[in-house]
């Protein structure tokens, strides 16, 4: 042991502190640089022969992974909730505000209010624009929100295209990191810098969707999708998204790529291998989940519950119901109607009891497309819809309708266009039999009337190979031209003998309609899944929509709140451990400068020690 | 929030500073509650009653619409009212002037003062009428946009074609009378002792009808029934013996026609002298009875004509015309029409019911009907009555003017008075009143109704300007204080501590 001996642990000491204070300026300097984990040197003692030294081998970053992975787990979470509590906020605004005059329900009011007035003076001329400009700005809001729902979802759309790009970005710039890291395995201040970024694009790839993320030997990271495919490696994949520009109802996702209206996201691996992650919904989490949520389910929710709105509101005033007649034949009985006025998608409608006395309801649909035939069947097995194709004349109506339901029930076609029931078995009963088809005569001498067209078509709901005729319907259902051009015929429905000036029969049927009338909307509009249909009036409906969209849009934000103090909190968590405490670093450099202190003072010591044994040599 | 990078040591202090931004934010949030009074910008913040609002906006909506109608109806309804007891008092006038006991001086146009006050009155009656409410004709049943009547001066006088009040007038009374002068009746020479008298048709609506015979005459026996009846006298009567023979008149009412025998030569009105053959004495009553019926003709029938002529012009639809000319033989009525008949009610004649014409809604489930129409019983017994008082005039020569006008005129008066089991307008009067009853009640139902509604609905989405202002009040202090705390903690820097 000597004292050169002493001289260099001193130095090594000296050494150490230097790269101590650099580390502590990184810190302090970076205190406050998005993603920049604290680093503290690494130190290992040394020894030759009974020489003891520190040596610097490195940076270490001083990092929790397990909160690290829960916290990208919990962000992806936390810009779902963020983004699809911000984007039914904007479906809110499509509803307007309440009591306000754009508000939801408000032209609806205002036109049932104008039919009252026009009921209380139907003569009057200025009642009768009155009522129908107020029948216009109904349909005009529902083309107003019809509109804003599916701007909305062309803004999720682009939303979802730039984050795909975004993505991109992330996974090219992790892929890039790995690279280095393999190129460059040092634990030093660079390969830190290096992870530091590396962690900074994972956490923006997880606010884009769901990930998972397997650290391997090496520094690498591998990540995954939420159903286990793989985004990067050493190589990263590469999402594309074809944007469709601007959707309209009808546009739905499919995927089947021929009947697919919107885009889709897809994964191409470095290999070349090819997955739709929607298909194989691979993305179940982060702002895309929001966007295509909101896209695929939420926005067209909320378009077929105004659709049906319109659908239903207009069938009440133009559908009209006729009963049958009863009719016998030897020892079986039943019931006869016409049914040559029912338009496609018009419905006639049996109900029977079989022989265990439960009731049945059959609804026969007219259904002229054979591509949409047969109709799917509704959940409960007593209540049948058959679709029957009408253009093959009588005869074919009626063969179909023995085909399908000729074990209880025996149609037949007795003259013209009349179709007659009967029971098949003696143990049936045929309870009723009635038609209900749409009135396109402004002057059938009833008070129905087509009020409302979709575009010069009559609204009934027909169903074709491309979907139902409701699908969208509140983006083009206007007031029939004809009523335009003639307001009278919110009065007039007969010619022969003329309906005189001040009667109200037709204004107070539009009225009684639409105040009273007990509709039955789709439950898809409804509450969507499997739920059966709603049945109230056209206010119990709006009321209905309005509770289910106040709801969801409160569950939105709950969840937001809910994860914010979730992501809150990992972040704290994560900030205790990994961030950079001033406070922390300020005692770090008094110890540093003191250390450095000491080992200058060991210095001063062997030199004077050495001066010591110069002299005494001397 | 926004989701800063992982491992920031800026971690806690974004944090607070994101806590303080929210804090403004409610802060803003309170402060447009308080400046809109609204709870909510959207449905969503009006939470779980978000569809409450919307059943209470519709129920609100419809009340407001039940007041419009409440408000119209009730106009209306004033409208008719007022109209009706102009009728009322002008049908009073009318009644007044022919019942009360002037001399009978006709001026220039053959009218009396009742009757050229009739054609002011009537004039007042259709005016009445056509009355409006806005634009609407109240008095039309359902057809509100055509006025109820026509004019006075076509009703009287015909337009053009079509024949007015005082022509079918003319025509009916020369049907009435005959060519005989006897009101259809056939009295044809004694046969031996027998006299007959007889309707010239069975089927004819036209004139006097036989409705039978009592004879008081010593020895006379009567035969046959209405129409066609004899008196055979199997001796002679008694000197003050009595015959009298029945007779109904167009407008149904009956005038008896009584014959005495008398030994006194010649005879006095209403006698027949008894000769010793009695032959010779039923040819005296023959000739009595002609006389007899032929005054009545002059001067009851014209009356009960002109009576039966105004009822088949405003009572009945379509109107009643005599099948001519010639008029004087005619036996049958038929439809006038409206190219030779005035109309004189152009309102809608439909089967509804007369109130069911006009409806208004004033509640969710009370519908008020307040319809009137001009031709309803009462009202068309009115014009019907003060216009054949207008329609008839007298010729200053006639001897008889002066009976057929008493004979008018007491007709016209018991009818204006109103006919027991008929319609009154006083009857209409009190439908609508009853109306306008309900619709009072409606409307201080639907004002309680809407009062709780609008409380429930503000109770929704209202907000009280109190608890806004307390709760902005303790997010004020809140929000001083954590800002105070934000910056004294940020001066707790070892830092700050550092020697030099």
């Known amino acids: ?618 | 929030m926004t989701i800063s990078g992982i491992g920031t040591g800026s971690a806690l202090a974004a944090q607070n500073a994101q806590a303080l931004v929210n804090l403004q934010n409610k802060l803003d949030q309170l402060t447009q509650q308080l400046s809109t009074g609204q709870k909510s910008q959207d449905y969503a913040g009006l939470g779980s009653q978000a569809g409450l609002t919307v059943g209470l906006d519709a129920q609100l909506s419809a009340l407001t619409g039940y007041g419009n109608a409440i408000s119209l109806a009730g106009t209306n309804i004033g409208v008719v009212q007022n109209a009706l007891s102009e009728i009322g008092s002008l049908n009073g006038a009318v009644v007044q002037a022919v019942t009360g006991s002037a001399p009978f001086t006709l001026d220039s146009n053959g009218q009396t003062t009742a009757q050229s006050g009739a054609v002011s009155q009537l004039d007042g009656i259709l005016s009445a009428f056509n009355s409006q409410s806005g634009e609407n004709h109240l008095f039309s049943g359902s057809a509100v946009n055509q006025p109820a009547v026509a004019s006075t001066d076509q009703i009287l006088n015909g337009n053009g074609a079509q024949a007015g009040l005082k022509q079918v007038i003319a025509e009916r009374a020369q049907a009435d009378l005959g060519t005989s002068g006897l009101g259809r009746l056939l009295i044809p020479a004694a046969a031996g002792s027998t006299v007959s008298i007889s309707d010239d048709s069975a089927t004819s609506p036209f004139g006097f009808k036989l409705a039978g015979i009592t004879s008081n005459l010593t020895g006379a026996g009567v035969s046959g029934s209405p129409p066609s009846m004899s008196v055979t006298l199997g001796s002679n009567p008694s000197n003050g013996d009595t015959i009298q023979f029945s007779l109904t008149l167009p407008d149904g009412s009956s005038q008896t026609v009584t014959l005495q025998a008398t030994t006194a030569s010649p005879p006095g009105a209403n006698q027949f002298t008894i000769n010793p053959n009695v032959n010779v004495t039923a040819g005296n009553l023959q000739a009595a009875l002609t006389t007899a019926v032929g005054n009545l003709a002059q001067t009851a029938l014209p009356a009960a004509s002109a009576i039966a002529a105004a009822n088949d012009f405003f009572n009945s639809n379509p109107p009643q015309r005599v099948a001519g000319p010639p008029f004087d033989t005619a036996t049958a009525l038929v439809n006038g029409t409206s190219a030779n008949t005035v109309m004189w009610y152009t309102g809608d004649a439909g089967s509804t019911p007369a109130r069911s014409t006009a409806l208004a809604q004033v509640g969710p489930a009370t519908t008020v009907a307040y319809g009137v129409r001009a031709n309803e019983p009462a009202l068309s017994n009115i014009v019907a009555n003060v216009a054949v008082l207008a329609a008839t005039s007298y010729s200053p020569s006639d001897p008889n003017a002066a009976a057929s006008y008493a004979a008018l005129t007491q007709r016209v008066s018991a009818n204006l008075n109103g006919q027991p089991g008929m319609q009154s307008l006083s009857d209409i009067q009190a439908e609508l009143a009853n109306a306008q009853s309900t619709i009072n009640n409606a409307k201080s139902v639907n004002q309680q109704t809407q009062n709780t509604l609008t409380d429930m609905l503000q109770q929704i989405e209202g907000v009280s300007s109190d608890q806004v202002g307390a709760a902005i009040l303790t997010l004020q202090t809140n929000l001083q204080a954590s800002m105070e705390v934000t910056g004294m903690l940020s001066q707790m820097s070892l830092v700050n501590f550092m020697p030099a």
């Open chain 1, 1 to 618: 042991m000597s004292l050169i001996d002493a001289l260099s642990t001193a130095m090594s000491g000296l050494r150490a502190a230097q790269a101590g204070l650099t580390v502590t300026a990184g810190n302090v300097a970076n205190a406050s640089t998005p993603g920049y984990v604290v680093e503290s040197p690494a130190l290992v003692e040394t020894a030759s022969g009974n020489a003891v030294g520190v040596d610097v081998t490195g940076v270490n970053r001083t990092l929790d992974q397990l909160v690290q992975s829960q916290m990208w787990t919990e962000t992806s979470g936390g810009s779902y909730a963020d983004a699809a509590a911000q984007l039914y906020g904007q479906l809110q605004q499509v509803y307007s505000t309440p009591g306000s005059a754009g508000a939801f329900d408000k032209a609806f009011n205002n036109f049932t209010a104008a039919m009252q007035a026009l009921a209380t003076s139907p003569a009057s001329a200025a009642a009768q624009t009155g009522a129908l400009s107020a029948a216009q700005q109904f349909a005009q809001s529902l083309n107003g929100m019809s509109s804003g729902i599916q701007g909305l979802r062309t803004q999720a759309e682009q939303g979802i295209a730039a984050d795909v790009q975004q993505a991109n970005a992330a996974m090219q710039r992790i892929a890039q990191i790995n690279q280095q890291l393999t190129a460059n395995p040092a634990q030093d201040a660079t390969a830190a810098q290096l992870e530091d970024q590396r962690d900074q694009a994972i956490t923006q790839l997880s606010q884009l969707m769901n990930i998972k993320v397997v650290q391997s030997g090496n520094n690498q990271v591998a990540i995954f999708t939420g159903s286990g495919a793989q985004l990067v490696g050493t190589q990263a994949g590469t999402l594309s998204f074809d944007t469709r520009g601007a959707l309209s109802p009808g546009l739905t996702w499919s995927a089947d790529p021929s009947k697919d209206g919107v885009g889709t996201i897809t994964l191409t691996s470095p290999g070349g291998d090819t997955t739709d992650l929607i298909a194989n919904k691979s993305i179940q989490s982060g702002q895309i989940a929001a966007y295509l949520q909101m896209r695929d389910q939420i926005l067209p929710q909320a378009q077929g519950q105004i659709d049906a709105l319109a659908s239903q509101m207009a069938q009440a005033l133009s559908n009209q119901t006729t009963a049958g007649t009863a009719v016998t034949a030897g020892a079986q009985a039943g019931f006869s109607v016409n049914v040559g006025n029912l338009l496609p998608g018009n419905s006639a409608q049996i109900t029977y009891t079989d022989a265990g006395n439960v009731q049945h309801t059959v609804t026969i649909v007219r259904v002229d497309d054979p591509g949409a035939l047969p109709l799917p069947s509704p959940s409960d097995p007593n209540q049948q819809v058959v679709g029957v194709n009408f253009t093959g004349g009588m005869g074919s109506v009626v063969s179909q309708l023995n085909a399908a339901l000729g074990t209880q029930l025996q149609f037949s076609n007795p003259s013209s266009n009349l179709l007659q029931v009967l029971n098949a078995v003696p143990a049936v009963t045929v309870g009723s039999l009635s038609a209900t088809a749409t009135t396109t005569s402004l002057t059938s001498g009833s008070p129905q009337l087509p009020l409302f067209l979709d575009g010069t078509t009559p609204i009934t709901g027909a169903i074709t190979g491309a979907g139902s005729q409701d699908t969208g319907l509140a983006a083009r259902i206007a007031v029939n031209p004809a009523i335009v051009a003639n307001p009278s015929s919110l009065i007039v429905y007969q010619v022969g003998p003329p309906t005189p000036a001040g009667d109200p029969t037709r204004p107070n049927f539009i009225f009684n309609q639409l105040n009273n009338a007990q509709l039955t909307f789709p439950a898809q509009g409804g509450s969507g899944g499997q739920s059966p249909p709603f049945t109230g009036t056209l206010t119990d409906y709006l009321s209905q929509v309005m509770s289910q969209q106040a709801q969801a849009a409160n569950a939105a934000t709950n969840l937001q709140q809910g994860q914010d103090i979730v992501v809150n909190a990992l972040q704290q968590r994560l900030s205790t451990t990994s961030g950079v405490s001033i406070d922390q670093e300020m005692s770090d450099l008094i110890t540093l400068q003191n250390t450095y202190g000491a080992n200058a003072r060991v210095m001063t010591t062997i030199q004077q020690l050495m001066t010591t044994l110069m002299q005494a040599v001397q």
